[in-house]
């Protein structure tokens, strides 16, 4: 009889690529994973992210267990498991989110880059490098995190062309986060927010200049990166103040 196990963790795509690794867990146990994401990130994961075993649905789409589906506690039977990772902060309060989605299975956190892996689509990337006319030696900024995507305001000075990343003109160009990949490798430097593009920029950018600035509002308090704390393995990421 088929084995199924359904996640609760549609949002955001940071949290999609950082708990792969427990899916693929869960898939090495004989299981086949179902995954609803939000519809913001549907086309973009099932597109370039494929796994034997991993079934990425809608949340409104018809999957097996869905009877459970935003239930908070974890639900095992001898064929069925259902995984609440979006609540695994409440077991853990002490615990940064992120990080309490491994405690809440008693997984060990190891280097996520390994399970993520991702079908480029090299052409459109490099026809995101052309429209932005991303050539020669030039910095990318990004200002925007969040799923609402908020902004901190970064203001990169250089002789250098700067280019400020912007979600809502990718979006009328027919672009989304994983077509930056080529551009993202051919920086000189990159400076971001945290943010589901430090993930790419921690993968694939091993020979630029990465900065960090924390998730917050120029006028909120410091947050002391408390909350990627793990996450990122790149030896090469300064974390700005």
């Given at each position: 009889?088929?084995?199924?196990?359904?996640?609760?963790?549609?949002?955001?795509?940071?949290?999609?690529?950082?708990?792969?690794?427990?899916?693929?867990?869960?898939?090495?146990?004989?299981?086949?994973?179902?995954?609803?994401?939000?519809?913001?990130?549907?086309?973009?994961?099932?597109t370039?992210?494929?796994?034997?075993n991993?079934?990425?649905?809608r949340?409104?789409d018809?999957?097996?267990?869905k009877?459970?589906?935003?239930q908070?506690?974890?639900?095992?039977?001898?064929?069925?498991?259902?995984?609440p990772l979006?609540?695994?902060?409440?077991?853990?309060?002490?615990?940064?989110?992120?990080?309490?989605?491994?405690?809440?299975?008693?997984?060990?956190?190891?280097?996520?880059?390994?399970s993520?892996?991702?079908?480029?689509?090299?052409?459109?990337?490099?026809?995101?490098?052309?429209?932005?006319?991303?050539?020669?030696?030039?910095i990318?900024?990004?200002k925007?995190?969040?799923?609402?995507?908020?902004?901190?305001?970064?203001?990169?000075?250089?002789t250098?062309?700067?280019?400020?990343?912007?979600?809502?003109?990718?979006?009328?160009?027919?672009f989304?986060?994983?077509?930056?990949?080529?551009?993202l490798?051919?920086?000189?430097?990159?400076?971001?927010?945290?943010?589901?593009?430090?993930f790419?920029?921690d993968k694939y950018?091993?020979?630029?200049?990465?900065?960090?600035?924390?998730?917050?509002?120029?006028?909120?308090q410091?947050?002391?990166y408390?909350?990627?704390?793990?996450?990122?393995?790149?030896?090469?990421w300064?974390?700005?103040?």
């Amino acid at each position: 009889m088929n084995k199924n196990c359904l996640i609760y963790q549609p949002l955001g795509l940071g949290d999609i690529i950082w708990i792969l690794p427990i899916v693929d867990v869960i898939i090495e146990s004989g299981y086949t994973v179902y995954y609803p994401v939000g519809d913001v990130y549907y086309d973009m994961v099932s597109t370039y992210i494929e796994k034997k075993n991993l079934i990425w649905v809608r949340e409104n789409d018809d999957f097996p267990l869905k009877k459970y589906y935003r239930q908070y506690d974890i639900i095992e039977n001898e064929n069925e498991l259902y995984l609440p990772l979006t609540y695994a902060d409440r077991y853990f309060p002490q615990c940064s989110i992120m990080i309490s989605k491994y405690y809440l299975l008693s997984i060990p956190i190891g280097d996520w880059r390994k399970s993520f892996s991702l079908k480029r689509n090299i052409n459109r990337e490099r026809k995101l490098i052309d429209k932005y006319d991303l050539s020669g030696d030039y910095i990318l900024v990004n200002k925007s995190f969040g799923t609402e995507y908020q902004d901190r305001d970064l203001n990169i000075v250089s002789t250098k062309k700067v280019h400020y990343m912007n979600v809502e003109e990718d979006r009328n160009n027919g672009f989304q986060l994983f077509d930056w990949i080529l551009a993202l490798e051919n920086a000189s430097e990159i400076h971001t927010v945290e943010t589901s593009l430090c993930f790419l920029i921690d993968k694939y950018c091993l020979n630029n200049e990465i900065h960090m600035y924390e998730k917050r509002k120029e006028s909120e308090q410091n947050t002391f990166y408390k909350n990627i704390n793990l996450l990122f393995r790149n030896p090469n990421w300064i974390y700005e103040n």
